[in-house]
């Protein structure tokens, strides 16, 4: 689960969140800690009481939510800028898992932390209402998605999600854990990727996949 005690890094400076006051920022930062996840921890679980808010200066988290079949289905990625467990603080209890995608580093506090602190401060209030709004538009968007497009868009579109978010045409990503952030089983995913290698889009090797034609690659999230 989340690892607590971790010394400070060499960066360690607060991540920037843009539209947050300098004293709204100077307070929410008084009251975290600076933590860090593994690839593949789980930060919370769908149904967690009151589970701890990260602000994450690097890294990427994935949010998943259960459906009938218990599968989780993705409904967003979150990086620097954004923030993990914001709607699971505000109103006491998860309806989403956190995954960490890849290593990540950032700030974290208790839910009912930032929720005291929000009563006081009426513009770190706005701010996180209009983050929660935007997240929650966000994730409806995203599982509107998942109903209505076929597996091969909704994979072309997330390799190249992952690989903004990773800085580059590179995901450091296995076909076991794209299977799971598409509900879909491993097999479906190393069939389509092969087509898309055959096809000269992408090149892959074991735990990470390269875009090499980022257009055709977009082309195919489209349909």
């Known amino acids: 689960m989340?690892?607590?005690?971790c010394a400070l890094s060499a960066d360690s400076s607060f991540p920037n969140l843009p539209g947050l006051e300098p004293?709204?920022?100077?307070a929410l930062r008084a009251i975290c800690a600076y933590r860090t996840l593994k690839a593949g921890e789980v930060f919370y679980i769908q149904g967690d009481?009151?589970?701890?808010?990260?602000?994450?200066?690097?890294?990427?988290v994935r949010v998943s939510t259960g459906v009938a079949n218990g599968e989780g289905v993705l409904a967003g990625l979150i990086g620097q800028g954004d923030v993990v467990g914001l709607s699971a603080a505000l109103v006491g209890r998860a309806s989403h898992t956190a995954t960490?995608?890849?290593?990540?580093?950032?700030?974290?506090?208790?839910?009912?932390?930032l929720r005291r602190l929000a009563i006081e401060r009426p513009g770190l209030a706005l701010f996180l209402a209009t983050v929660a709004a935007a997240q929650a538009s966000a994730a409806q968007d995203e599982l509107a998605r998942h109903a209505r497009h076929r597996i091969d868009?909704?994979?072309a579109r997330l390799l190249l999600r992952l690989a903004d978010h990773m800085g580059g045409t590179e995901v450091r990503v296995t076909q076991d854990e794209l299977a799971e952030m598409l509900a879909v089983q491993r097999t479906t995913v190393t069939a389509l990727a092969s087509r898309l290698k055959d096809l000269g889009i992408l090149?892959?090797?074991r735990g990470r996949i390269r875009i090499l034609d980022r257009e055709r690659i977009a082309r195919q999230a489209c349909g």
């Not at 009481?49 to 990427?60: A, I, N, T």
């Open 203 to 205: 090149a892959y090797a």
């Open 49 to 60: 009481e009151s589970p701890q808010v990260l602000f994450p200066r690097s890294g990427l």
């Open 2 to 5: 989340f690892r607590t005690g």
């Open 153 to 155: 868009q909704r994979l």
């Open 23 to 26: 004293g709204d920022e100077e």
């Open 100 to 113: 960490a995608v890849t290593d990540v580093a950032g700030f974290a506090t208790e839910g009912a932390r």
